[in-house]
Nanobody, 123 residues
């Protein structure tokens, strides 16, 4: 199992930016696809974006494409999520997760999860 810890959440005004980090420890980080999910108040957990093992492929949900950018630095066991042009509807707890399957947006396909970091976007 790989252990994941998110950081970088906070309160930001609409139109602002935040960068989330997902730091990993344990098993070899480069063996895993890393995804970001989010869960807003009263909503189900939803897929945001994923990045492949080497970082050469990305897979975005339509509602963040063009605003969010995922990247990874395997040498630092870290994945980043740069979030620009934030909207109030982006308010949620953001989770990073590790899995072994590329191209899936299903939470069940990601085996290891962090504790989440709160992102709040005010209007």
């Amino acid at each position: 199992q790989v252990q994941l810890v998110e950081s970088g959440g906070g309160l930001v005004q609409a139109g602002g930016s935040l960068r989330l980090s997902c730091a990993a420890s344990g098993r070899t980080f480069s063996n895993y696809v890393i995804g970001w999910f989010r869960q807003g108040p009263g909503k189900e957990r939803e897929f945001v974006v994923a990045i492949s093992w080497r970082g050469d492929r990305t897979f975005y949900a339509d509602f963040v494409r063009g605003r969010f950018t995922i990247s990874r630095l395997n040498a630092k066991n870290t994945v980043y999520l740069q979030m620009n042009s934030l909207k109030p509807e982006d308010t949620a707890v953001y989770y990073c997760a590790a899995g072994n399957t590329w191209g899936t947006d299903r939470p069940a396909d990601f085996r290891s999860w962090g504790q989440g970091t709160q992102v709040t976007v005010s209007s």
